[in-house]
Nanobody
Framework: QLQLVESGGGLVQSGGSLRLSCAAS????????IGWFRQAPGKEREGVSC????????KYADPVKGRFTVSRDNAKSTVYLQMNILKPEDTAVYYC????????????????????WGQGTQVTVSS
């Protein structure tokens, strides 16, 4: 069974950068599209980005376009989220999760289409 573990979160000043990692175990990552989501206090979990199983297609939510980049290394069973020009509104717990099937449906980034959720990693951006 696929298990995902996020890491790389922390405290950073506005304008700074962080790289999150999502490490997979228990199953071959190659079969899964991976989505990154975030949840700020008092808000619903929202999709940030997703990447196809082969890594050739990506999707970004409007608030992070041009600042975040998702990538993956299936040989290392790891997906990354490079976050640049961070803003205080990016503060949230960030999660990765897996989806299968048609990538176009995964790009809707609806939480119900994803499973194997990690425990999350906290990202805090100070102003």
């Amino acid at each position: 069974q696929l298990q995902l573990v996020e890491s790389g979160g922390g405290l950073v000043q506005s304008g700074g950068s962080l790289r999150l990692s999502c490490a997979a175990s228990g199953a071959t990552l190659d079969y899964y599209h991976i989505g990154w989501f975030r949840q700020a206090p008092g808000k619903e979990r929202e999709g940030v980005s997703c990447i196809s199983s082969s890594g050739d297609r990506t999707k970004y939510a409007d608030p992070v376009k041009g600042r975040f980049t998702v990538s993956r290394d299936n040989a290392k069973s790891t997906v990354y989220l490079q976050m640049n020009i961070l803003k205080p509104e990016d503060t949230a717990v960030y999660y990765c999760a897996a989806s299968t099937g048609i990538f176009g449906l995964a790009t809707l980034m609806r939480t119900e289409r994803f499973g194997s959720w990690g425990q999350g990693t906290q990202v805090t951006v100070s102003s």
